[in-house]
């Protein structure tokens, strides 16, 4: 039940794009994105529902196709502060979050 | 403005010696959830309340116990810790309809001695 994230981890250079898919076996209601940096709480980033969306905030956008149970995270032209854990977490309809198990991404200036 | 508030964001007890970690929220919402992660992992849910309706997930060890005496507060009881409890403990609120946002706190990490 629990998502699959890919990648596992991510090294970038300043300014460089990345992709993070989150895909379920299950069909979904709902794809959380999430950040976390070491030592700290998950911040918010966004909710896709379903109906197929696609979403921005700033430089960090995400898109969910719910026939194939996946939602990606875009980020573009990366900053040193997008350094951190990401999780999807999904929802099948139930009011609790599963989450995957993270993909690290490391941004080197 | 805070609007989940954990307290203590740091405990340290003796294996098993009852603790007890709080969760207070200001966002007045129906649902609370307590997850465990440990280093490197993802959140696990261990349980959550909708309004007074309590949740428990399959797998929760029954040394974790919850109580939910008002909207604003929940806590976790860890009845006899052990090593392998030793983690970040996150409270998180919603509204409680499918597709909310939640909320999470600060986090308390627990180390177990």
């Known amino acids: 039940q629990q998502p699959v994230q890919s990648p596992q981890a991510v090294i970038l250079r300043e300014g460089e794009d990345a992709v993070i898919n989150c895909s379920s076996s299950?069909?979904?209601?709902?794809v959380h994105w999430y950040r976390q940096k070491h030592g700290e709480a998950p911040v918010f980033l966004m909710i896709?529902?379903?109906?197929?969306e696609q979403k921005g905030h700033e430089k960090i956008s995400a898109s969910f196709n719910e026939k194939k149970q996946q939602s990606s995270l875009y980020l573009t032209a990366s900053q040193l502060s997008y350094s951190g854990t990401y999780f999807c977490?999904?929802?099948?309809?139930?009011?609790?979050?599963?989450f995957g198990k993270g993909t690290r991404l490391h941004i080197l200036p | 403005d805070a609007m989940v508030i954990q307290n203590p964001r740091y405990q340290v007890t003796q294996f098993g010696k009852p603790v007890t970690l709080s969760c207070s929220q200001t966002?007045?919402?129906?649902?609370m959830y307590w997850y465990q992660q440990k280093s490197s992992q993802a959140p696990k849910l261990l349980f959550h309340?909708?309004?007074?309706?309590?949740?428990n997930e399959a797998d929760t060890p029954d040394n974790f116990q919850s109580r939910r005496p008002n909207t604003s507060f929940c806590f976790l009881d860890i009845r006899s810790p052990g090593l392998g409890d030793a983690a970040m403990y996150l409270c998180?609120?919603?509204?409680?309809?499918?597709?909310?946002?939640?909320?999470f706190g600060p986090g308390t990490r627990l180390l177990v001695l």
């Open positions: 998180a609120t919603s509204r409680g309809d499918s597709g909310e946002t939640q909320y």
């Open positions: 299950k069909a979904l209601y709902s």
């Open positions: 896709l529902l379903k109906g197929g």
């Open positions: 977490g999904t929802e099948i309809g139930d009011d609790k979050i599963i």
């Open positions: 966002l007045n919402h129906n649902v």
């Open positions: 309340y909708y309004d007074k309706d309590f949740n």
